[in-house]
């Protein structure tokens, strides 16, 4: 069986987490579309064309050392605005949103672009200063150097550049379920988009 759950959403909503839960939860196939940009976009900051970048991408590349640093995460929006890298990496995503089982992609454009006719669709979003403190806490936690004003900074840089590209820009899909996890605790979001899973799959029989 074939069943796409397509969840979009600005950085630090709390995407990736509720879309590997939701993938657990109904033993589906996850895939963090972000890593692949972040992948490219570390292979950029090491000197390589984007294009070519995305064109030789590896599975191994998206396990790499580095790829939630905020350097590699402002080349990945950065790079993410290129049409010919987004047209190389469309394919790969849309295959692996029909693969038997079922699967969750995360991401920024899944919905919109990626798998418009996904069974589900969810955007999961939060504010500014929520994203901005959970995104502080962990580069504080994993031991990076950070101010609760510079996170702030680039939260609403990056949703100014991911709202405005002329590519695919950061919206909610038509019919998506909107999620703002501002207030809610992470196993209440979980819930919630979990609720919304299981009523699509129980009306399909």
Same mark, same amino acid.
Not at 1 to 10: E, L, N, Q, R, Y
Not at 200 to 205: C, F, I, K, Q, Y
């Given at each position: 069986? $074939?069943? +796409? ?6 950085a630090?909503?709390?995407? #990736? %987490? ?8 109904? #033993? ?40 939630r640093?905020?350097?590699? $995460? ?37 919905? +919109?672009v ?6 589900v669709?969810?955007?999961? %979003? ?8 959970r ?11 950070? +101010? ?32 703002? +996890? ?6 209440? $979001?979980?819930?919630? $988009? %979990?609720?919304?899973?299981?009523a ?6």
């Open positions: 069986m $074939a069943f +796409t759950v397509a969840i979009d959403g600005p630090a909503a709390g995407k #990736g %987490t509720i879309s590997k839960a939701v993938a657990a939860r109904f #033993g589906f196939a996850h895939l963090d579309t972000g890593l692949l940009y972040r992948a490219v976009g570390a292979k950029v900051i090491a000197g390589a064309d984007p294009v070519e970048a995305a064109l030789a991408l590896q599975p191994d590349d998206l396990a790499g050392e580095g790829l640093s905020p350097a590699v $995460a402002d080349a990945a929006s950065r790079v993410a605005a290129i049409p010919d890298v987004r047209a190389v990496l469309v394919e790969f995503q849309r295959a692996f949103a029909r693969r038997e089982g079922g699967a969750v992609l995360d991401g920024r454009d899944i919905g +919109t990626i798998c418009p006719e996904a069974e669709k969810l955007f999961v %979003t939060a504010s500014p200063d929520a994203r901005a403190g995104r502080y806490a962990e580069l504080v936690e994993r031991g990076m150097e950070a +101010t609760p004003e510079g996170v702030l900074a680039d939260v609403e840089a990056r949703d100014a550049r991911d709202s405005g590209r002329a590519v695919a820009p950061l919206r909610p899909a038509e019919g998506a379920v909107v999620i703002d +996890t501002s207030g809610l605790t992470v196993a209440d $979001a979980v819930a919630a $988009a %979990t609720a919304v899973v299981r699509v799959l129980d009306g399909r029989g």
